[in-house]
């Protein structure tokens, strides 16, 4: 039976409304209970929404006429010569090297008044008469990670700027034949990243880039998540990851599924350089976020990559935390890096495969009693198997190479649980020998021209490339799953094939908004053979566009051969109906699952709520899942969400799963609705204070439609249930509020 109704059963605060099919719910709950839950919910996410930024459109105004085939020519022959230049490097570059020190300390929300112990931490160098080149420093919980801070950001700034002045102090202590001076910094939350270089090096950098990526409460809040800078020196391509990654000994998988997201989520705007030798040294950059028609750069994309922080993995959880506590005391390290949640996941290819380690010859850096060198064991604290959280990674690219020179953890800076870590490198350094390289790029001009020469040539046959692995069809794509297929062009010709996939008439794109073609062009030599990868990806946006009958999936691809025949791909996708990205008015409609319904079937006996939200929050009340702590901030599966999604859509039990994966279902499935729960024509425009946000909000449950009125009560009498529990799953009014701003619901 449904809690919700059981509990929440109340006079007056229903419509009137055509009974619910049978077994589905009538939740019948007062306008005295939605209210002031609602009143505090938008007064909470309002004040969030003031501080979050809008993008700014910073495309370049449209040149004036120019001849299309040769701009198209053009960019196929740049895009030819740049493939062939990466793969001939060797030829026209020298080797040398760079030092850099790594240094990464989470502080627990803590305040250094004084630069006293720095220079333990900053300044112990592998070769103290030659200091690394570059000192990159990474801290996590710069701010203590309360829904305060994680929602407004407010004090992040003010202590990131308070420990560069340290650090910066600290660096140029030490040596008076040179200066460190800071090339970027860049702060999310508790996050804060900073990169110094020595002022020598300082004219050799450029391309400096920042991002980050949100990976924490909601699955997208800054608590949780990485910052993270690119920058070239000389000609190799640095990128440095600052992360903090999930908590808790049993979350492995929580941590993983960060590390990817990470990488997902992480994204560089190429365009968006900064050349360091022309900028001050009070360099302050923001992140930047990707156009839609801007190529991405990706961690993995750079040659050389740091990645370190607290990435919080633990001593696995079949060794007992006392005997951790004693195998440490006994320097037994070897047994506990064997079982090193970390190890085992790299080693089982489940994380951090691309990525190297040193050996860990230092104590676990975690937890010790703030201000003692001692592991936490008062009786009146939780005790806590120590474990190695604090870690500096590193990858290179194929032919790269790296050495590690020391990483250890430094004891005396004890005002955190936990001790910061350092790492000293060299590493492999490009240099392009300019005479050498125009060698190579003329040669390779001369060669693309000849190709561009045979194909106008009227005198010889014209260019043919035949497509293999028709139709392109894709049956059943799925909601948020990617599905790929491969066509092959061949050049069946005698002369070199250009070709390019070209927008249809009066259209800016090559193809619709959920499929993409890579690569967009190229250059076949006769015989030769080129895969290109469809992909069909079904965002929310385009599920409500379908559910909205405003585009199918359906689209046709010009391929464009120059000097030969057009040839037109028909692309084709079986859409599995979802209920994400659906309307309301269309779920309280469909009493069967909605995959069974076609579109445009007749509409049936409409319920009070849809089904589906009902299975949802039934499921988690049912398991007592609302006494759990970390409700909405715990990572989850992304395999059992999406588990939980096709079961919804099919009308199947649901598989196992935990309680935090049926919240970011749940979480999900609301912010995909269209239009949402609390329609934009009702929201405010302005901020509302006391009287005027409770009368507001009285008035909005009068205007909402019938089906948006009983949902919305819906979810603030699930609401209310969850803060009975508060003592246990820590949940508050603001971090609902916060819940219901991201979902906008």
């Known amino acids: 039976m449904d809690r919700l109704k059981n509990r929440f059963l109340g006079g007056g605060g229903h419509r009137d409304i055509t009974p619910t099919s049978s077994g589905n719910p009538d939740p019948k709950v007062s306008e005295t209970v939605g209210a002031p839950l609602l009143a505090s919910g938008f007064h909470t996410f309002a004040k969030a929404a003031a501080s979050i930024p809008f993008s700014r459109d910073k495309r370049p105004p449209a040149s004036g006429p120019i001849n299309e085939e040769e701009e198209e020519i053009s960019k196929i022959k740049d895009d030819w010569i740049h493939k062939m230049i990466n793969e001939r490097e060797a030829e026209f570059t020298n080797v040398g090297s760079v030092s850099v020190m790594i240094c990464t300390w989470n502080v627990a929300g803590k305040k250094m008044e004084s630069k006293r112990g720095l220079e333990d931490w900053l300044c112990r160098w592998h070769n103290p008469d030659n200091p690394p080149d570059i000192v990159v420093v990474g801290l996590q919980e710069i701010v203590d990670l309360n829904a305060v801070n994680v929602a407004m950001d407010a004090k992040s700034q003010q202590r990131a700027a308070h420990w560069e002045e340290l650090f910066t102090a600290t660096l140029n202590s030490q040596n008076t034949s040179f200066q460190y001076g800071v090339v970027c910094r860049h702060h999310m939350v508790g996050l804060f990243l900073c990169v110094f270089v020595k002022q020598t090096l300082r004219q050799n950098i450029s391309k400096v880039c920042l991002a980050n990526a949100g990976v924490g409460a909601l699955g997208m809040m800054g608590n949780k998540g990485a910052v993270s800078i690119r920058m070239q020196i000389h000609d190799s391509m640095f990128c440095f990851v600052c992360a903090h990654l999930a908590a808790h000994r049993e979350n492995v998988d929580g941590r993983n599924q960060d590390f990817y997201n990470i990488l997902m989520k992480t994204v560089f705007r190429p365009e968006e350089n900064y050349d360091s030798v022309n900028s001050s040294s009070e360099l302050d950059l923001s992140a930047h976020s990707v156009g839609i028609n801007e190529l991405p750069i990706k961690i993995l994309d750079h040659e050389t990559i740091f990645w370190f922080g607290d990435l919080n993995y633990h001593i696995d959880l079949g060794v007992p935390t006392q005997e951790v506590l004693r195998r440490v005391y006994d320097g037994d390290l070897e047994f506990l890096r064997s079982q090193d949640q970390l190890n085992k996941e790299r080693i089982a290819g489940r994380a951090f495969t691309e990525f190297n380690e040193g050996t860990l010859t230092f104590n676990p850096t975690y937890k010790y009693q703030p201000d003692t060198d001692k592991y936490e064991s008062r009786p009146e604290k939780k005790l806590r198997a120590p474990a190695w959280c604090d870690r500096v990674l590193w990858s290179c690219k194929k032919g790269k190479k790296l050495q590690q020179h020391s990483y250890n953890q430094v004891s005396r800076l004890r005002i955190s649980d936990h001790r910061p870590v350092h790492s000293e490198f060299t590493s492999i350094l490009k240099r392009v020998i300019s005479s050498k390289h125009e060698r190579v790029w003329d040669e390779l001009q001369m060669k693309v021209s000849q190709f561009e020469q045979d194909a106008r040539n009227p005198g010889l046959p014209r260019p043919q490339i035949q497509v293999e692995n028709l139709p392109a069809y894709f049956d059943l794509v799925r909601y948020k799953i990617e599905s790929c297929r491969s066509l092959y062009l061949v050049n069946s010709g005698q002369v070199a094939a250009f070709f390019i996939f070209k927008p249809k008439l009066e259209e800016t794109s090559i193809s619709k908004i959920w499929l993409s073609v890579q690569p967009k062009c190229g250059i076949l030599s006769p015989g030769e053979r080129l895969e290109i990868k469809l992909t069909v990806l079904i965002t929310t946006k385009i599920a409500q566009l379908i559910s909205e009958g405003l585009t199918n999936l359906e689209d046709l691809l010009v391929l464009h051969v120059l000097r030969g025949t057009d040839i037109y791909i028909q692309v084709q996708a079986n859409y599995a109906r979802s209920c994400y990205g659906s309307?309301?008015?269309?779920?309280?409609?469909?009493?069967?699952?909605?995959?069974?319904?076609?579109?445009?079937?007749?509409?049936?006996?409409?319920?009070?709520?849809?089904?589906?939200?009902?299975?949802?929050?039934?499921?988690i009340l049912s398991s007592e899942g609302e006494k759990q702590n970390g409700l909405f901030t715990t990572l989850f599966s992304p395999a059992e969400v999406e588990s939980i999604r096709e079961c919804l859509d099919t009308g199947l039990m649901f598989e196992q799963h935990s309680v935090h994966s049926m919240c970011e279902a749940l979480t999900t499935f609301l912010a995909s609705l269209h239009p949402p729960v609390i329609p934009n024509e009702h929201c405010f425009t302005s901020e509302l204070e006391g009287t005027a946000m409770e009368f507001w909000t009285r008035r909005l449950l009068d205007q909402l439609p019938n089906h948006h009125y009983n949902t919305l009560i819906y979810v603030i009498a699930f609401f209310r249930e969850l803060l009975k529990s508060t003592a246990l799953n820590k949940l508050s009014p603001e971090i609902l509020g916060l819940l219901v701003f991201h979902s906008h619901v």
């Open 583 to 619: 309307s309301l008015l269309e779920l309280v409609n469909i009493a069967d699952p909605i995959r069974n319904v076609p579109f445009g079937s007749e509409l049936g006996t409409p319920m009070t709520i849809p089904k589906e939200l009902w299975r949802m929050i039934n499921d």
